[in-house]
């Protein structure tokens, strides 16, 4: 079964410098979320959005958007990069709003230098 | 704030023992989910429980939710190596979309 596609896999940055990680849900998945994890913790929620529009914000720095496009497909769009934004950034897919079982893509790993 | 404590956050037991984690709040979900998660992976949902009282079994996984939907539980009868990884609980938490999870249980069976 096709799961959730995150590209890059990894992903270097410098200070200050902009990043953007993409998400392709589950086919037929219509709610797209993002959560950041730091080393040894456990995901936060940053973000979702439910037919192209954001259902739900949790702790997303004012430096951070994201959007949804008619494919369905995610984006978060990191600014001004900062030491403690290096983390692995997960996106996660379901059917419908309001429905809590997420599938999860195998994460985005950024690195701030 | 919903809040979803596991218990214990770590775990080291031997090849063909049994285990149990706990995962407990204060607070009443509508449903829980029990992920497990491999080094620099995507957690990997392997049961979602929604009736209070309920008990799903996956081969040699039990889980439970709690009668009161507050709790759950997962139990692994004759642990093997493969079921090392961390195993995280989550749930809906206030708003209509974002997982709210817990600290998560580092289990390491050893052979």
């Known amino acids: 079964a096709a799961g959730v596609i995150q590209s890059p896999r990894h992903l270097i940055k410098e200070k200050r410098e902009t990043a953007t990680l993409k998400c392709y849900p589950i086919?037929?998945?219509?709610?797209v979320y993002w959560y950041q994890q730091g080393p040894g913790q456990d995901p936060q929620f940053l973000i979702s959005?439910?037919?192209?529009?954001?259902?739900d914000k949790g702790s997303i720095p004012d430096r951070f958007s994201a959007q949804q496009f008619s494919d369905y497909h995610s984006e978060l769009n990191m600014s001004s990069l900062e030491l403690g934004d290096s983390a692995l950034y997960f996106c996660?897919?379901?059917f419908g709003q309001g429905t809590y079982e997420q599938y999860f893509g195998p994460g985005t790993r950024l690195t701030v230098t | 704030t919903q809040l979803l404590e596991q218990s214990p956050q770590f775990l080291s037991i031997q090849e063909g023992e049994n285990l149990t984690v706990y995962c407990n709040s204060s607070?009443?979900?509508?449903?829980l989910q029990w992920y497990r998660q491999e080094p620099g992976e995507g957690p990997v949902l392997l049961v979602t429980?929604?009736?209070?009282?309920e008990v799903k079994k996956l081969k040699r996984l039990t889980f439970q939710f709690g009668d009161a939907r507050k709790d759950s539980s997962l139990h692994i009868t004759a642990a093997q190596p493969g079921d090392t990884g961390l195993y995280l609980c989550?749930?809906?938490?206030?708003?209509?979309?974002?997982?709210?999870f817990g600290q998560g249980t580092r289990l390491t069976i050893n052979p």
């Open positions: 996660a897919s379901s």
């Open positions: 086919p037929r998945h219509d709610t």
């Open positions: 959005f439910y037919e192209k529009m954001q259902s």
């Open positions: 607070s009443v979900f509508s449903s």
């Open positions: 429980v929604v009736t209070g009282g």
């Open positions: 989550a749930g809906e938490g206030r708003g209509a979309q974002k997982l709210v």
